[in-house]
C-alpha cells in the first residue's frame, strides 16, 4: 500500500480524529496514488496515524480508518452493520416509515458516502473517487447486511463526483431494477424519483421538521416555498390546512408534487401548486399565508460564495416577514453547510429587523437523528432550521 507522509505537527487534527486531511499538510509521498486508492498516512517521524481514500484537490485524504486494517468487503459490511443498528435502535424503521438514510458519510465513520433507503431500495451516492471506486463492494456489502429486506441498489452519483476525474459514469442500477417508487414516512405515501430527482430523489433530512409542522398547520393558510416534491405540503393538508400552495421553479418537481399530495388525498381542492421563481411569486402574492415554509437549495455550496448567501437568505426572510400575516408561523431553513447556525440566525435576525416586525423563537431545528453528525466533525451538522412566530 502507498505511503504518504505528513508535515511535522500536521497530524493533531488527525490524534482528535478528524476525517479529512488537507493538501496543505501533506509533506511527500513514497510513490505517487491513482486518484481513489486507498492509501496508508504517517506522521513525520514515520509512526502510522490513518488509512483513506486518496484524491486530488483540497481535501486530499478521506480518513477510513485510524486502525491498520484492510479496506475490503469486511471492512464494509462492519460499518454498515453498525449504520444499520443504529437505525433500528434510534426507531425510525418500522411499519410507519420505511424511509432513513442509512449512511451519513463522516457521521457513519465513512467519508464520502451516502446511502438512502426507501421501502426495499437503496440510493447510493458517491461524493469521493475512492467511493465511486468501491460501489460494487459496497454493494455487496449492504446486500449481505440487509439481506431480504433489500431487493434494489440504484447508484447515483452524475452529480455529485469530481468532474476532473472524467470517470465518465453512469447512474444505474447494481441490484435489482424494480421501478415501484412509492415510499412511506411517517404514514404518508410520495413517490420518490431516484432516477433523475435531486439528491437522492426525496429530501430524508426533513422528515422530523415535517412532522412538527403538521402540528401547526391546522386551519391555516400554508405557502410551501422551494416546494420540490411536495413534502412538506402533504404533511400540512394531514395537519388540516385550509389550503396549501406549494411553489417551484422546476416544472418537474410541481408535476411530482401534485403527484404525491394526489397520492394520499385523491381530489383534495385544498392544494395547488405553481411552477414559478420564488422570489417573483413572492413579490406579487395576494393571497394571506399564516404558514411560510422557505427551504431553498443550498445557497453557498463553498466558503467563497458565503457573503452572497447570508445576502440571499436576509433578503428571502425579510420577503416573507413582509408578506406573512400577523400572528404567522415562519419555518425557514439553510442546508448550506459552508453557514453555520449563527450566520444563519443573524441572517434573519437582519430580515426580522429590515421588516420592523415582532418575531418570536419557537424552535430551533436541525437533521434529524439518521444523519448524525461526528462529534470530531463538525462540518457534519449542516441542516439549520428556525420556526417563528410573528406578530
Avoid at 424503521?93 to 438512502?116: F, M, P, Q
Avoid at 455550496?301 to 458565503?306: E, G, N
Avoid at 470530531?376 to 406578530?391: F, R, W
Wanted: glycine residues 8%; charged residues 25%; aromatic residues 10%.
Amino acid at each position: 500500500m502507498k505511503r504518504i507522509f505528513l508535515k511535522r505537527g500536521k497530524e493533531e487534527s488527525l490524534k482528535r480524529f478528524h476525517p479529512w486531511i488537507f493538501s496543505g499538510a501533506i509533506q511527500h509521498m513514497n510513490e505517487e496514488p491513482e486518484e481513489g486508492e486507498v492509501v496508508e498516512v504517517f506522521t513525520s517521524e514515520n509512526e502510522y496515524i490513518a488509512t483513506g481514500h486518496f484524491q486530488i484537490g483540497s481535501i486530499m485524504i478521506r480518513v477510513l480508518s485510524f486502525n491498520r486494517e484492510a479496506i475490503d468487503q469486511s471492512f464494509y459490511e462492519r460499518r454498515l452493520a453498525i449504520a444499520f443498528d443504529v437505525r433500528r435502535s434510534i426507531g425510525v424503521i418500522d411499519g410507519e416509515n420505511n424511509t432513513y438514510r442509512l449512511v451519513h458519510g463522516e457521521g457513519d465513520n465513512l467519508s464520502g458516502l451516502v446511502i438512502d433507503v426507501y421501502g426495499n431500495t437503496a440510493v447510493m451516492q458517491a461524493h469521493s473517487v475512492g467511493m465511486h471506486r468501491e460501489r460494487a463492494v459496497i454493494a455487496k456489502a449492504l446486500k449481505n447486511v440487509m439481506g431480504e429486506e433489500l431487493k434494489n441498489i440504484f447508484y447515483k452519483s452524475e452529480t455529485t463526483l469530481p468532474f476532473k476525474a472524467e470517470l465518465g459514469q453512469e447512474n444505474g442500477f447494481l441490484l435489482g431494477g424494480e421501478t415501484d417508487d412509492v415510499a412511506i414516512e411517517n404514514g404518508l405515501r410520495f413517490h420518490v424519483d431516484w432516477l433523475k430527482g435531486q439528491k437522492t430523489g426525496f429530501f430524508v433530512d426533513q422528515r422530523d421538521n415535517r412532522k412538527l409542522l403538521e402540528r401547526y398547520a391546522k386551519g391555516r393558510k400554508v405557502l410551501n416555498m422551494f416546494c420540490y416534491t411536495g413534502g412538506f405540503s402533504f404533511y400540512a393538508m394531514r395537519g388540516g390546512a385550509e389550503l396549501v400552495h406549494s411553489v417551484d421553479s422546476s416544472q418537474k418537481a410541481i408535476d411530482l408534487s401534485r403527484a404525491n399530495v394526489e397520492l394520499n388525498f385523491p381530489n383534495d381542492a385544498r392544494h395547488e401548486a405553481y411552477a414559478e421563481d420564488a422570489f417573483r411569486f413572492m413579490e406579487k402574492m395576494e393571497t394571506p399565508y399564516d404558514l411560510i415554509i422557505l427551504d431553498p437549495p443550498a445557497f453557498a455550496k463553498h466558503k467563497d460564495a458565503l457573503r452572497n448567501a447570508l445576502k440571499g437568505y436576509t433578503r428571502l426572510n425579510r420577503k416573507a416577514f413582509e408578506k406573512i400575516q400577523p400572528g404567522g408561523i415562519l419555518f425557514t431553513f439553510s442546508c448550506s453547510q459552508a453557514v453555520n447556525k449563527d450566520q444563519f440566525r443573524a441572517a434573519v435576525f437582519t430580515a426580522a429587523a429590515q421588516s420592523g416586525r415582532n418575531v418570536r423563537i419557537l424552535h430551533q431545528l436541525h437533521q434529524p437523528a439518521d444523519h448524525p453528525i461526528n462529534i470530531y466533525h463538525p462540518e457534519g451538522e449542516y441542516l439549520k432550521g428556525l420556526v417563528l412566530y410573528v406578530e
